[in-house]
């Protein structure tokens, strides 16, 4: 696993999640109702993986007429996010802990504007390819609910993951709209919104590499 996050079994994680309302306990039966649960008709952005969620925390507190739904597969991370989320009030965030495997058990066709994929984990052995988040795979997953000029942005500071994912990208015959090796000198810069990931390791001098894609670009 390396430098990518170890995790640690976080006593009473499981039970502190569950007794939080913004925690959605039983995904799948939103499918398809989302913007029910949201009680409006905003468009929906989702982040996979979102860790402790500095992120899309700060992008919900910013963006009220967005919703945001964060997902993560294991507890004792999004327990971080959940302690966070707690001392804020927002009605457009809310979060899940899931597996991106299924992510097709919760959401329907059309029901997603934006994916965001961030320092998601490299898996670098070959036999592993089709769990890496940017795969083929998951991209015909998300072909599935995007909406029609549906997006993914995605960020790494894996080279060998970047150059996959732009192989993907190809492959699958989605629209890359733009992509950039270096974010923090790029025209992308402005309004960046650091992740924690991103922050230790471009601290540590590695180069941010971004792109963005989608099924059916407007050019
Ligand atoms: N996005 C955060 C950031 O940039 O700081 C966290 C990055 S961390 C390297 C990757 C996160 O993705 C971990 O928290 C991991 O548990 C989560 N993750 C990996 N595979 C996942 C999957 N299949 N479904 C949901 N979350 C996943």
Request: one cysteine or more; hydrophobic letters at 35%.
């Amino acid at each position: 696993m390396g430098i990518y996050m170890r995790l640690r079994n976080v006593t009473g994680s499981r039970e502190a999640i569950a007794a939080n309302d913004f925690v959605v306990h039983a995904p799948e039966k939103f499918k398809g109702k989302w913007n029910e649960y949201f009680g409006n008709d905003n468009p929906i952005h989702i982040e996979i993986g979102m860790g402790k969620g500095k992120f899309l925390i700060r992008l919900a507190s910013e963006n009220p007429d967005i919703n945001y739904i964060g997902i993560e597969k294991y507890s004792s991370v999004l327990i971080r996010a959940v302690e966070k989320r707690k001392e804020l009030d927002m009605g457009n965030l809310c979060l899940i802990r899931f597996d991106a495997e299924y992510i097709n058990d919760i959401f329907d066709e059309n029901e997603i504007a934006r994916i965001y994929l961030n320092f998601s984990d490299p898996w670098p052995k070959d036999r592993h390819a089709k769990r890496r988040l940017t795969s083929v795979e998951f991209l015909s997953r998300y072909d599935k609910f995007l909406t029609a000029d549906g997006e993914v942005i995605f960020k790494t500071d894996n080279r060998a993951l970047f150059e996959f994912s732009l192989e993907q990208v190809e492959i699958s015959g989605w629209n890359l709209r733009n992509y950039t090796y270096d974010l923090h000198h790029s025209e992308y810069a402005a309004g960046n919104i650091m992740t924690e990931y991103e922050e230790k390791f471009s601290t540590m001098g590695n180069s941010i590499h971004r792109l963005e894609t989608c099924r059916k670009c407007r050019k």
